[in-house]
């Protein structure tokens, strides 16, 4: 083909039947009933494991000083939603953040103390915890203003094709949502049980090791966590799933 | 002279500068590639392997074969059962070659194309996800699921 051909082709995978946002479901739709349930129990999901240890985590003093809770007194109430507004652009940096993102600049700016790390149990912990104080509530994130160049990059990457086996995130999880891709059914691909207790990993994870897992799927570069590119990509899908009830930590497969 | 000289030593440049890999040539003729690529005569056993493997033709992914101790089948392409009986070989191979050839919107990744393809991961950079060979065992593996 040649490369107004591939031009065009990608202009028309573009235009290719994005799914509407009514259409567009949790990705727990895609469990059986009984991982629903398990999902839902605190006592058998066990990402709760994380979320415990993230709240020990959030009042633990250990010569910290601040800690998490010195500044954000009764979490409960003062942090509702506030993981439902992530990524947004932090206003200082001008730079994409999202809820580890926040969390490590908290840990390094104000506790002056080396960043967890991507990854890690700790940061894995405290952003459970935080997301889960806003468990059920309506994803609430701005596509506007200072977000709009990183959700117009995200969007790109989202509809373009990469890899050795040349797919678009869009082919699968708008035009074959609902598919079986061996024994996995396709979901709308969006990041809202995240960090998430995934079976295949026999542990709690952060939606950018699940998009390394999608980028190694198709061949294509694995991008750095916290990278611009998943960042960016983070923010896309969080505004595709606008207004669907915060999950995490959510169970997947 | 001298002129002759940079021209030898230019071809020379561009002969050791040309990739180790290039891919073999074929010719598309309607929607078939109707000669094998290289000339290589396909293996039908070598062929099954390759679509059951999980790794690296990992076809049912998304197709179902009729293979009945293969659990968790795909339903994303059309199912190979008949495949051999609806498509000749030439069809069969234009299709795992490049099937955007056809469909440029197609999901059906290219398994014997290099260029036009964008952030491969390092592994796979610069090889087709299945050699000239390999096509042609797939092939003659389709080419035998004759019953519908």
Known sequence: ?????????AALLALAGAARADEIKPGSTFLSPEMQRQQQDQSRNPGYLWVEQGEELFSRRDGVSPTCISCHADPKQSLRGAAARYPQ??????????????????????????????????LLGLTAYVASLSKGMPLSVSAEGAAKPFYEAGKAFYERRQGQLNLACTQCHDGLVGQKLR????????????????????????????????????????????????????????????????????LRR | MRLAAIRSALIMLALASAPASALEAYKVVGDAIP????????DLKRGRALVLDRTQGNCLICHQVPEPNEPFQGTIG????????????????????????LNPQTVMPPYFRIEGLRDVAPAFRDRPALTAQ?????????ASLRTP
Not at chain 1, 107 to 120: C, M, N, T, W
């Open chain 2, 35 to 42: 000669a094998p690529l290289g000339g290589k005569i396909g």
């Open chain 1, 1 to 9: 083909m040649t490369a107004a051909g591939r031009a065009l082709a």
């Open chain 1, 183 to 250: 024994g996995d059914t396709i979901s709308y691909g969006i990041g809202t049980g995240y960090p998430a207790y995934r079976l295949e990993w026999n542990g709690l994870g952060s939606l950018h090791r699940r998009l390394r897992a999608c980028s190694l799927g198709v061949r294509a570069t694995q991008f750095d966590y916290g990278s611009d590119d998943y960042l960016a990509l983070e923010l896309y899908l969080a505004v595709r799933a606008r207004d669907l009830p915060m999950e995490a930590p959510g």
């Open chain 2, 78 to 101: 059309p199912g190979l059962a008949g495949v051999g009986a609806r498509l000749d070989t030439g069809q069969l191979r234009l299709r795992l070659i490049d099937a955007g050839l």
């Open chain 1, 89 to 122: 652009v932090d206003a200082a940096s001008g730079k994409l953040v999202n809820l580890e993102g926040r969390i490590e600049q908290c840990r390094v700016d104000r506790q002056k103390q080396p960043a967890f790390g991507y990854e890690s149990q700790d």
């Open chain 2, 134 to 142: 390999e096509i042609e065992d797939v092939v003659a593996y389709l």
